[in-house]
């Protein structure tokens, strides 16, 4: 069992979890070693936030995203039908250490994942994999604990380097800015967040990288109302159970699940 019980409540009340271990060191190096080998194809400019959709043409992908262990987890708190909507990179290199004055740190400013993406109801769950150890100092996720209940009103980031989309932000308080939480992951664990949930990371300050992969899903009664905020309409991949809804035209599993 991937998620014990009381984890299981803990995503209930806090919104995510984390420190979820999927893979031991020898298997996290490889696939540490096939992101290389995209990083070394696509360049370092792309594999901040250009990478998206891959498990379409990355096997190491695709098999992160239908692991066993990885549905698991992601069954217990979503359900037993589990469509697989969306994958996306997350690389935060060194910044500059001669930084010019008009060098922005790239960050990840606040925000609901599931906001600009269209869905109603408006729900996901995001399994964020680490491909790189991820800690304080080379800027891993940080959330507001508990304020996934509602989504809330999305402004613009005043501040350069936000690596989201479309520069959002939403405003939080200083209270909730103090209740927030790191989590610190090793290569090869993974953890869970609610897509309404508050959440972001700080620039990173390291000389290591920190490179994350989001696997996005969605049980089959979400459905896609609206384009997301760059103007894409999903497709979406049945990856465990049972689709008796029908709203994602079915698409071919693009490599076989091993
Ligand atoms: O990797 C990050 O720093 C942010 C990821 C994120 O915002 C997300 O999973 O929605």
Redesign the pocket.
Known sequence: MVLEGNLVQEFETQGFVSGIKIFDRGEADGVRAAFNALEAKEGREKCQIGLMDRHYDQQFVWDLGTHPKVLDAVAAVMGPDVLLLAT?F?C?YPEPRDARQDHAERF?AW?Q?VTYWGLEPAFAV?A?YAVDDSDVEN?C?RAIPGTHQGIREHGKSDRKGN??SINQEVPVTPAEEASAMDMPLKAGEMSL?HGALI???NPNRSDRRRC?L?LRYIPPSVKQVKLNSVGRKYSAILVRGEDRYGHFEARQAPFPVR
């Open positions: 996306h997350f935060k990840v925000h994942d995001t964020w800027g996720m690596l989201l967040h959440h972001g990371s994350g989001t």
